[in-house]
């Protein structure tokens, strides 16, 4: 039986003397690390220099999508980044539901993509199949994001997948991103600025060589089941209906379906998660609008816009610009109290901050990124506002994580307050606050414990692990307890493997994944041998690389202390009994994280016996 | 002519592309959407959905559907 799902090539591009190359992909190193997030990690770990500056030109961006991309399993499109980021200056992860992007570039031929170096000229990185060519981008630069995809595919037809960022990424504002086929983000933390740095306004792929199956007679039978399976799900219509509409009040379903037009799927799934809009009615009546989700367009809303029209607009105008809305929005509030308690001189400001207002935010959303008077200043995010208005400034500051503003808490704009593992993971994620890697049971809240253990099974967890999770679970004279640190680790370790086969992370598909599943799909895809243990075995290696990656950077135990802020009142709750939880408690959650992973407690530091046993000694 | 006559609804297609890998991988054993007899594009609130000459109308690909964009009838001489 011959290997199959892998495109068997890794693309290496260098924009500084344009050379361009086509390797052979490993496939020994593709086992050790799975696939998709997993090698792409391990060939970012090969490529980043230590003590790289983010935006220069040896900052690699490493692309890859798994063995599973271009099949028709459900949910497989999905695309990773992994690249030293200058919101976080940590190296992370980038992850994105591929759209169409991630079949075609897996049809091109490719299992990765490097790109490093810097174009003299502003370029856009063309591969049809065979055909690598680095194309002159002059047309385009200066033109938003939306505004780049359509003219590529204006130029290229459908289907070409399109990877571009906006004005903020040529303008290197850290907090800009990039978007995959003009509906989908890739990279808050600042991808698109890592792509600006290096004159690069695109990446488009067109691919037509198949992606082959090597046991075809068991994968029929495994897949047959599985759709079966999602085909019976009593609330599959409910989901692909209203998605997360269903569980945001904030969004009145009629006024969804009022503006709905269609709902669009990453290749492959069934779900289908993203959306375009029309605005009915009003001022911006017609706007047609593209977005990985609705409720990401709300955005606004929840910083004071009245009109959710005027919202959408706002929405269309931050995505062009390839703005990230949400540290966008955070920034700016943060602004506003400053310029109220005069710590931004009135001099300075040259147009009122009001986040409740559409002609407000447009302006500085504009300033920003084309780095205008004090927008200049807020183009450097947080950090660089911290910088130029000092200790005062910090009164006032939201709770920051790694320079970055976390999305849920006390204090944010979505302030769900029990502690579980998406809390917990927005200070122990390396690329920054984000919560789509730390997925587990607690992301609905109080959840009886009893139902824990058979999401940990699905989830690959060794049952040796679970009394360390579940305390006093089967103990009745113990009190059960939930260690969420530790559990967090298995959140970790789901979204590895998941990333690694390359499907798609999001709860509405996930929840019909598990481990045992994905060791057999993996094995029918590929040809490899592949069973829960080693899928676990490859998950830790994996993950502990990107720490590897990150500790040779300098990440140290401090770059991951939790806020202060989300201890003061009214703070974070516990996840099982809803007391206030305690900052110490808090920190004992870390160090179990750190534990669990076999790290050193205290540190984080993988010991030199863990890095023995991964094999991961050599790096 | 095939067995099924299949009906399309443009408006619920999501672009997922689920019909154009079922189709090429039963006919070329490999997932290959640029050899499958349908072709669906969306791009923004448009669509299209097409089916190429060579299409013998089996129906494998409205079974993989799973938005209701595809239909199929069985054609009066098959019944
Ligand atoms: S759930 Fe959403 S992001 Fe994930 S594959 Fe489906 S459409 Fe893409
Ligand atoms: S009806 Fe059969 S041949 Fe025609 S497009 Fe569908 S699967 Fe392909
Ligand atoms: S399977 Fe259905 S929803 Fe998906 S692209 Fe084909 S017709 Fe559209």
Redesign the pocket.
């Known amino acids: 039986m011959s290997v199959g799902g892998f495109a068997d090539r890794v693309l290496h591009v260098d924009l500084t003397d344009g050379r361009i190359d086509k390797h052979p992909l490993d496939l020994d190193l593709a086992q050790r690390f799975i696939g998709g997030l997993g090698l792409t990690i391990k060939l970012a770990y090969d490529t980043i220099l230590p003590g790289t500056d983010p935006l220069s030109p040896e900052n690699p961006i490493v692309l890859g999508a798994g063995p599973l991309v271009g099949t028709n399993l459900p949910s497989t499109s999905r695309l990773y980044a992994v690249t030293k980021l200058p919101t976080s200056g940590t190296i992370g992860w980038c992850g994105s539901g591929g759209v169409n992007f991630g079949y075609l570039f897996k049809n091109a031929g490719y299992d990765h993509l490097i790109i490093k170096g810097r174009a003299d000229r502003p370029v856009y990185l063309k591969i049809i199949d065979d055909e690598v060519e680095i194309c002159d981008a002059a047309h385009l630069w200066g033109k938003g994001a939306e505004e780049t995809s359509e003219a590529l595919w204006m130029e290229l037809g459908h289907p070409t997948g399109v990877m571009t960022m906006g004005q903020a990424g040529e303008n290197l504002v850290p907090f800009s991103i990039a978007f995959i086929d003009r509906i989908a983000t890739l990279g808050r933390g600042g991808l698109g600025a890592i792509m600006g740095a290096k004159n690069l306004k695109a990446i488009v792929v067109k691919g037509t060589r198949g992606i082959k199956v090597a046991d075809r007679k068991r994968y029929k039978g495994l897949s047959e089941d599985f759709l079966q399976t999602i085909r019976s799900y009593p609330y599959l219509k409910e989901w692909q209906d209203l998605g997360l509409v269903k569980s945001f009040p904030m969004i009145p379903k009629e006024t969804y379906y009022g503006m709905k037009k269609r709902r669009i799927a990453c290749v492959s799934c069934p779900i289908g998660c993203k959306d375009v809009i029309e605005i009915p009615d009003g001022d911006f009546k017609g706007l047609v609008k593209c977005t990985s989700s609705v409720l990401n367009l709300y955005t606004p809303v929840l910083y004071g816009f009245k009109d959710h029209r005027e919202s959408i607009r706002c929405m269309a105008t931050i995505d062009q610009y390839g703005l990230d809305a949400f540290e966008f929005f955070g920034l700016m509030s943060f602004a506003k109290a400053l310029a109220d308690h005069g710590i931004i001189p009135p001099e300075q400001l040259d147009e009122e901050i009001a986040t409740d207002s559409l002609a407000s935010m447009e302006g500085w959303a504009r300033k920003i990124t084309y780095r205008e008077g004090l927008g200049d200043i807020l183009a450097r995010g947080f950090k660089g506002i911290l910088e130029e208005f000092g200790k005062e400034a910090e009164t006032y500051a939201p709770p920051l994580v790694k320079g970055m503003q976390p999305y849920v808490g006390p204090g944010a704009a979505l302030s769900w307050d029990l502690f579980g593992t998406m809390e917990l993971g927005q200070v122990l994620d390396p690329r920054g606050p984000h919560v789509g890697a730390s997925g587990s049971p607690t992301y609905f809240d109080r959840r009886p414990l009893e139902v824990f253990p058979r999401h940990l099974t699905r989830m690959g967890v060794p049952e040796e692990a679970f009394e360390r999770i579940l305390p006093g679970l089967n103990s009745p004279d113990q009190e059960e307890e939930l260690r969420v640190g530790r559990l967090l680790k298995y959140s970790h370790a789901w979204f590895s493997i998941l990333g690694s086969l390359g499907i798609c992370a999001r709860g509405a598909i996930n929840r019909f994944y598990n481990a045992s599943l994905c060791a057999q799909f993996y094995e029918a895809v590929t040809g490899i041998e592949m069973d829960v243990d080693q899928l676990r075995r490859r998950a830790d290696r994996l993950w502990t690389l990107l720490r590897m990656a990150n500790i040779r950077e300098g990440l140290d135990q401090k770059a991951e202390a939790l806020p202060h802020k989300w201890f003061s009142k009214p703070g974070f709750k516990r996840y099982t009994t809803e007391e206030p939880l305690g900052l110490q408690e808090g920190e004992e959650m870390i160090e179990d994280y750190y534990d669990e992973w076999g790290w050193e407690r205290k540190t984080g530091i993988p010991s030199p016996q863990l890095l023995e046993k991964l094999g991961l000694k050599e790096n | 002519m095939?067995k099924?006559e299949?009906q399309t609804s443009k408006a619920k297609c999501t672009g997922c592309l689920r019909?154009q890998l079922?189709?090429s991988e039963?006919?070329t054993k490999v997932f290959n959407p640029s050899q499958?007899?349908?072709r669906v594009v969306t791009s923004g609130a448009d669509c299209s959905i097409r089916?190429?000459e060579?299409?013998?109308?089996?129906?494998?690909?409205?079974d993989h559907c799973f938005f209701d964009a595809?239909t199929?009838t069985k054609r009066e001489s098959d019944k």
């Open positions: 095939g099924y299949i019909c079922a189709c039963l006919y499958a007899r349908i089916f190429e060579d299409c013998n109308d089996c129906g494998i690909c409205v595809l199929k």
